[in-house]
Each structure stands twice: as structure tokens, then as C-alpha cells.
């Protein structure tokens, strides 16, 4: 079993940063992609940026030059730091992630793994 631990969400003044982290812990043989999306009242759940294992990343574009993701492989964590926040990127936050777990042993799969989400306010 995998989790995924948000922190970092809050309230925040249009013009401002938070940064948000995303810890994974369980069986954890290898993780290839971190990713996170959000999601704003009635409105579909969008990707906002995502990190893969090895190689660039991928930004949507209403928050390219404004948020940078970044991960560390040895926390299994990544992290998404939010700068120019825009009353637009109100929204939960939800920390995705593409699991490689169990062991050599037994057998190996991939998992896709949701977190619980963080709330994120811009406003003034």
C-alpha cells in the first residue's frame, strides 16, 4: 500500500507564493511520475504540472513561468512552488503519483496513487 500526504495549502493574497509538498510512504519500489492537478468548485480536475523519473517537465499553460515542480527521489517527495498567485488558482490541490510497488520476490506493478488534497484560497 502507498499514501500521499499533502501540506502547504492556505490562504493566500493575490501576488503571493505557497509552496506545496507531497510526501509518499508504503511499498515503495520506484516512483516514475509525480504530478500534481487541481481542481476549482464546478469545474473538471486539470493537470497543473508533472515531473516524471527522468526528463522534463510539463506545465499547463495558465501556470507556466509562475509555478516550478520539483521533486526530491530521496524524500519521495515533490513539491510545487506557487509565485503571482491569481484568484483563478483557487482551487484543491491534489498530489498524483505513478507507483512501481511490492518487491523482486512476490512481483512488481505499477500503482496510481491519489492524495487527499490541499485547499488553496487566493484573495484578497
Known amino acids: 500500500q502507498v499514501q500521499l500526504v499533502e501540506s502547504g495549502g492556505g490562504l493566500v493574497q493575490p501576488g503571493g507564493s505557497l509552496q506545496l509538498s507531497c510526501a509518499a510512504s508504503?511499498?515503495?519500489?520506484?516512483?516514475?511520475?509525480m504530478a500534481w492537478y487541481r481542481q476549482a468548485p464546478g469545474k473538471e480536475r486539470e493537470l497543473v504540472a508533472r515531473i516524471p523519473s527522468g526528463g522534463s517537465t510539463n506545465y499547463a499553460d495558465s501556470v507556466k513561468g509562475r509555478f516550478t515542480i520539483s521533486r526530491d527521489n530521496a524524500k519521495n517527495t515533490v513539491y510545487l512552488q506557487m509565485n503571482s498567485l491569481k484568484p483563478e488558482d483557487t482551487a484543491v490541490y491534489y498530489c498524483?503519483?505513478?507507483?512501481?510497488?511490492?518487491?523482486?520476490?512476490?512481483?512488481?506493478?505499477?500503482?496510481?496513487?491519489w492524495g487527499q488534497g490541499t485547499l488553496v484560497t487566493v484573495s484578497s
Open positions: 508504503g511499498n515503495i519500489f520506484k516512483i516514475n511520475v
Open positions: 498524483n503519483a505513478v507507483v512501481l510497488t511490492g518487491t523482486t520476490s512476490i512481483g512488481l506493478r505499477y500503482l496510481e496513487v
